[in-house]
């Protein structure tokens, strides 16, 4: 009785994850003539930065992705510093710490729903998944901040070199329904824009057989996100008083995280699967003020 009960909280949960995604795909990409009319949005709400990477070329973006900003900022012909984009940012991360990849990407869903494929999975090596873990780190650091901001051409600006010429986002929001709607686009098709199709259709196949690949391996935001995950206002808890170690939890996560060892790693997205299987309900999560934070990072119960 207790497990069928689990098993519709599990299925409840999960459905619930599934809303919020497509609520915030449509909330930040709604703009629906933009895809009939194959033109960008230009209205004022694109000059605010959103949570997630969201492509400024997207036929349907209300809003600017943070990143493209970021480089557009540091590279540009005035070469200000990116305040407001940083300033944002860091609200974001301090508040939601990674539940923006968990639940507001786009790009995170796409890789959810390919993940459901019933194929063979495959379990990348520890030797190999740590150290390329820190492959994001590198992007952030060199294709979003120091090339950008250094790499100068004749003109005195640089291109968003992230955007250009990696990010698998931009392809499928951006690029793909721009072309599918402009013949005069698909006349112009050349090298980069092949490139970057072969980027998206590699990290789409890849997502099949592994959990979220971008997100753990080349999302420069989600690296940025990452950095205030054990800080932020949203926590995971766990009480170790009740775990029981059966390690449901660490097999469920998408994201391979010791759940029992290290709850808020920077590598938690908090999607909630964890604390969906979870049979002794040890695992919490919420909005924490500073004291229950600290418990958390001692494994106690909150106070």
Not at 59 to 65: K, R
Not at 212 to 226: E, H, M, N, T, V
Request: charge should be positive; include cysteine.
């Amino acid at each position: 009785m207790f497990r069928v009960y689990r098993d519709r909280v599990r299925k409840r949960r999960l459905s619930f994850q599934r809303i919020v995604q497509l609520c915030s795909a449509v909330l930040f990409n709604g703009y629906a003539l933009g895809f009939q009319r194959g033109k960008i949005f230009t209205g004022r709400s694109k000059a605010v930065c959103v949570p997630i990477l969201n492509c400024y070329s997207c036929p349907g973006a209300l809003g600017a992705c943070p990143i493209g900003s970021l480089q557009a900022s540091l590279g540009g012909v005035n070469r200000r510093f990116p305040f407001y984009v940083l300033g944002l940012l860091m609200l974001f991360g301090v508040v939601l710490g990674r539940v923006v990849c968990g639940l507001l990407c786009p790009f995170g869903l796409v890789q959810d729903l390919l993940h459901r494929i019933p194929i063979p999975k495959l379990q990348v090596p520890g030797r190999l998944d740590r150290p390329a873990r820190y492959l994001k780190y590198i992007i952030l650091l060199v294709l979003v901040v120091l090339l950008p901001a250094f790499a100068t051409t004749g003109a005195g600006i640089t291109v968003p070199y992230f955007c250009k010429y990696l990010c698998p986002a931009g392809t499928l929001e951006g690029g793909i329904p721009l072309m599918l709607a402009d013949p005069v686009l698909r006349g112009l098709v050349g090298a980069l824009f092949s490139w970057k199709v072969l980027v998206l259709l590699v990290i789409l196949v890849a997502s099949m057989l592994i959990h979220r690949p971008f997100c753990k391996y080349l999302c420069p935001l989600g690296a940025f996100y990452s950095l205030f995950n054990r800080f932020s206002f949203y926590q995971m808890s766990l009480d170790k008083s009740r775990c029981v170690g059966c390690k449901q939890c660490e097999r469920s996560c998408p994201m391979d995280v010791e759940v029992t060892r290290n709850i808020n790693s920077g590598e938690c997205i908090r999607c909630g699967k964890c604390k969906s299987v979870c049979p002794t309900g040890a695992i919490t999560s919420g909005f924490t003020c500073g004291a229950k934070r600290a418990a958390t990072d001692e494994g106690r119960k909150p106070i």
